[in-house]
Structures are given as structure tokens and as C-alpha cells.
């Protein structure tokens, strides 16, 4: 059975950092963190794959930093200069589906129905960005 436990969401304000955690076990392969703000789909923000090649969202990138520490089965998102638009529930995504490469869904917007059937998720950390 797969688990995902996210933690080291909160608030800060614009310009600030914050560093997600994502504690796995049950999975091995590409992992994401996602972001969904109210009333907008879940996007991909960054994947990291089993040989540590890493892909981010364009408007992220330079910003946030995703890595893994695989003695400890976690993965993390660390976030620099933060910004309002950054806010939303993130969540980290064990990417089982093989019908693209694992830096394909760095990018994107997904659908609820599409969710369950690309990876398993966890219950989400939530991150505010005050200007």
C-alpha cells in the first residue's frame, strides 16, 4: 500500500521560503509535487525521477528546488522568493503512470477525473503567500 505524508506547509510573506516534505513508502519511481488553488485545477509545479533529473513548471523554475533523500524515502520542495500566486494546497504525487515520461507532468493542468488514474496522492500541505 502506497503512503504519502506531506508536511511543512504555512504562511510567509512575499519573497519568503518554505520547504515541503514528503514522507513515501510503498513506492519507488517518479515523484511530483502538484498545487491547486480554489477553484482551479491541480498543476504540476515539479518531478524528480529514479536517476534524479528534475523538470519544473515555468514559472517556478529558478525559484524552487526539488530533490529527494532516498535513505529516508522523502521528498522535498524547496521554495524561494515566494509569491502571492504561489499560493495554493500542494501535494505530493507518486507518479505511477507509464503513458509519459516523468518530467511530462512538471508541467500542465489536471482534471480531477485524471487524478487517481496518473498517481497516488497525498493529503496536501497548504501554503500562503502574503503581499
Known amino acids: 500500500q502506497v503512503r504519502l505524508v506531506e508536511s511543512g506547509g504555512g504562511s510567509v510573506q512575499s519573497g519568503g521560503s518554505l520547504k515541503l516534505s514528503c514522507g513515501t513508502s510503498g513506492y519507488t519511481g517518479c515523484m511530483g509535487w502538484f498545487r491547486q488553488a480554489p477553484g482551479k485545477e491541480r498543476e504540476g509545479v515539479a518531478t524528480?525521477?529514479?536517476?534524479?533529473?528534475?523538470a519544473y513548471r515555468e514559472s517556478v523554475q529558478g525559484r524552487f528546488t526539488i530533490s529527494q533523500d532516498n535513505a529516508k524515502n522523502t521528498t522535498y520542495l524547496q521554495m524561494n522568493s515566494l509569491k502571492p500566486e504561489d499560493t495554493a494546497m500542494y501535494y505530493c504525487a507518486a507518479l505511477f503512470s507509464r503513458s509519459r515520461q516523468c518530467a511530462y507532468w512538471s508541467g500542465g493542468f489536471y482534471l480531477a477525473p485524471v487524478l487517481s488514474r496518473i498517481a497516488y496522492w497525498g493529503q496536501g500541505t497548504q501554503v500562503t503567500v502574503s503581499s
Open positions: 524528480i525521477d529514479t536517476d534524479g533529473s528534475t
